[in-house]
């Protein structure tokens, strides 16, 4: 069985269409025909139905399908490890962030690289757990760390538990509720509600935390004014005007330090936060270079 006739059959049945799975290839579609009816006539039975326009797996293609991905990616993993153990070096380090993750790790990840390891490739990318996944599954990121409740349970990935961090309402110094506070007057969500609401996207376990504890009128959807994956930006945003900022704490820590933005208490309390994981594929050979990254996230993602 040659591994090739196996691509050509899992390319059909991702595009649904031998014409299109031809292009991909960069075949004729007579040369992809023969090689899935050799295919077909190793394995003794038919692995492709015309379904009007589409072409789709039969119950024993879908068998086949299945076992050849296996197959396809344990081959790839094996070129990896030799390649890995020829080029005698960490490998690279490319790593997705969500946006509370990238907040407190990507600019002190990045510097930390270029000063103690600059002879690693290093590539982070930021995004939302949907987006983040993609590409961890492309092999275009060896590692996602996310909310690990945004990622629904799959058997090709692997996930470690990592921080719970606290998310708090954040306004600069000053505001106009922190001097509320300070006359011993309790802040309300409806208070919170008078100034435009900052935060990254939120997961939907973090969106019902807030429902809960707040009221319908505190679904993310609907009571956040400004929204948006860079977390730095809508710090910059909340530092030179009344908005409030929801994140997590660690996100801001520096900024606290320096007396420039302040936690701002509530009635009823925040008294939770998200949890994150690691995410990697299962089964996929990890360089040695992510051992530093590994380090460097449990050393700086905390409260």
Do not use: W
Request: aromatic share 4%; net charge neutral; charged share 25%.
């Amino acid at each position: 069985m040659h591994l090739k006739h196996l691509r050509h059959l899992l390319m059909v049945a991702d595009v649904e269409s031998f014409s299109r799975a031809a292009q991909r290839l960069h075949l004729t579609q007579s040369a992809l025909s023969r090689s899935i009816q050799a295919l077909e006539d190793e394995l003794g039975g038919k692995l492709i139905d015309r379904h009007g326009r589409r072409n789709v797996l039969t119950p024993l293609g879908e068998l086949i399908a299945e076992r050849a991905r296996r197959m396809l990616f344990e081959e790839a993993e094996l070129h990896r490890s030799v390649e890995l153990f020829h080029r005698h070096h960490l490998g690279a380090i490319r790593v997705g962030l969500g946006a509370g993750p990238g907040a407190v790790l990507m600019t002190p990840f990045l510097r930390h690289m270029a000063m103690h390891h600059p002879g690693i490739q290093v590539a982070v990318s930021l995004g939302t757990s949907d987006a983040l996944m993609i590409q961890l599954r492309q092999r275009t990121l060896d590692a996602v760390i996310v909310e690990v409740t945004s990622v629904a349970p799959a058997t090709d990935l692997r996930h470690e538990l990592l921080a719970q961090l606290q998310g708090r309402f954040i306004c600069r110094a000053g505001h106009p509720l922190l001097l509320q506070a300070a006359a011993g007057e309790a802040v309300t969500f409806d208070d919170v509600m008078r100034y435009p609401l900052a935060s990254a996207p939120l997961s939907p376990e973090v969106a019902r935390g807030l429902v809960k504890r707040f009221g319908a009128r505190a679904d993310p959807e609907h009571c956040l004014s400004l929204r948006c994956e860079n977390v730095r930006s809508l710090v910059e945003a909340v530092l030179v005007s009344d908005a409030i900022l929801f994140s997590i704490v660690a996100a801001v820590r520096t900024e606290i330090a320096e007396g420039k933005l302040c936690e701002l208490a509530t009635a009823p309390a925040v008294d939770d936060g998200p949890r994150y994981a690691f995410f990697t594929l299962a089964g996929r050979t990890e360089a040695p270079s992510m051992a530093l990254f590994r380090r460097f996230v449990d050393e700086h993602l905390h409260d």
